[in-house]
C-alpha cells in the first residue's frame, strides 16, 4: 500500500475532507465549552477561546489528515487490486473470468430482450508469433484490441477470452445490427496498418456471432457464437458468420442472410 501515490486531486480531496471534519470539531469543542466560556472575561475568555481552537487545529488536523489520507490510499489500492484481478494485463480488456461474469450481470438485467455475442479470432496469428517473435504479436494483440474498442458502445461489454480470441457481448441488439457491428469491426481491423512494419499482409479476424431471442445463458451463447466462428474459420476467414437462436437449442447459419466474406 505504501508503493500507492496520491495525486494532486486526491491530495486535495483529503485536505478538504480534514478541514472539514476540523472545522466540525471545532465547532463541537466551543459548544461543550460554551457554558464555561460565558462565565468568563477578559484575558481568561480569550485564552479560553484560544484553547478551543488551537487543540483541534494542532492535535486534530494532522490526526485527520493522517487517517483520510491512509482511507484514501486504501481505496486506491483495492482498485489497483480490482482492477489487476479484472483486467487482461497486456491489452486492458476484461479477462475472461470478469467478461462472464458481466455478461451474466447483463442477462439477468435484459429480461426477454434479443442479445448477441461476437466471438472474433485474429487469423494466422500463431504464424505472426513464430515468423516475428512474440513481441510482435503483444503489439498486434494490443492494437486490435484498440481496434476493436474504438467500434463498441459504453453499455457493450469486451473482454480477452483467451490467446488471440476476443469476446464481445452486445445487450438489447438486434440481428441486423449484431451483423452490421461486427461486419464494422471486421473492416476497421483489416484496413488498419496498425505501424507494424514487420507485417507485409493486414491483420484480419473472423468473427461468430450468436443472437438469441429468448433468455439465454452465458454458455448456450458462446457456445453457439463458437460454432459460427468454427464456420467462419472454415469458409476463408476474415468473415463474418451469424446464427440466430431461442437461447436455448442451436439455431442454423445461412450464407444467403447470416454470411458476410470480405
Request: net charge negative; charged share 20%.
Amino acid at each position: 500500500m505504501d508503493d500507492i501515490q496520491l495525486s494532486r486531486a486526491d491530495h486535495a480531496n483529503v485536505v478538504w475532507r480534514t478541514l472539514a471534519v476540523t472545522a466540525l470539531l471545532i465547532v463541537l469543542v466551543l459548544g461543550m465549552d460554551y457554558s464555561n466560556l460565558v462565565q468568563l472575561s477578559g484575558g481568561m475568555y480569550w485564552t479560553s477561546m484560544r484553547n478551543d481552537f488551537v487543540i483541534p487545529l494542532v492535535v486534530g488536523f494532522p490526526a485527520f489528515y493522517y487517517v483520510f489520507r491512509r482511507f484514501r490510499q486504501l481505496a486506491l489500492a483495492r482498485i489497483k487490486l480490482e482492477t489487476l484481478a479484472n483486467c487482461d494485463g497486456l491489452t486492458g480488456a476484461l479477462n475472461r473470468r470478469a467478461f462472464q461474469e458481466a455478461v451474466n450481470v447483463e442477462l439477468k438485467d435484459s429480461h426477454s430482450a434479443a442479445c448477441a455475442m461476437l466471438i472474433m479470432d485474429i487469423d494466422h496469428f500463431k504464424s505472426v508469433n513464430d515468423r516475428f517473435g512474440h513481441d510482435t504479436g503483444d503489439q498486434a494483440l494490443i492494437a486490435v484490441t484498440r481496434a476493436i474498442s474504438e467500434s463498441i458502445q459504453d453499455d457493450d461489454v469486451f473482454g480477452r477470452l483467451g490467446g488471440e480470441e476476443f469476446g464481445l457481448f452486445l445487450p438489447r441488439t438486434t440481428f441486423a445490427l449484431a451483423k452490421l457491428k461486427a461486419e464494422h469491426i471486421r473492416a476497421a481491423v483489416e484496413a488498419n496498418p496498425f505501424g507494424l512494419r514487420h507485417l507485409k499482409s493486414p491483420i484480419t479476424v473472423s468473427i461468430g456471432i450468436a443472437v438469441a431471442t429468448d433468455m439465454p445463458s452465458f454458455t448456450s451463447l458462446y457456445k453457439e457464437a463458437d460454432s459460427c466462428l468454427y464456420a467462419a474459420k472454415k469458409g476463408g476467414r476474415n468473415c463474418v458468420v451469424a446464427s440466430s437462436f431461442d437461447g436455448q437449442n442451436h439455431g442454423t447459419t445461412s450464407p444467403l442472410d447470416s454470411q458476410s466474406v470480405a
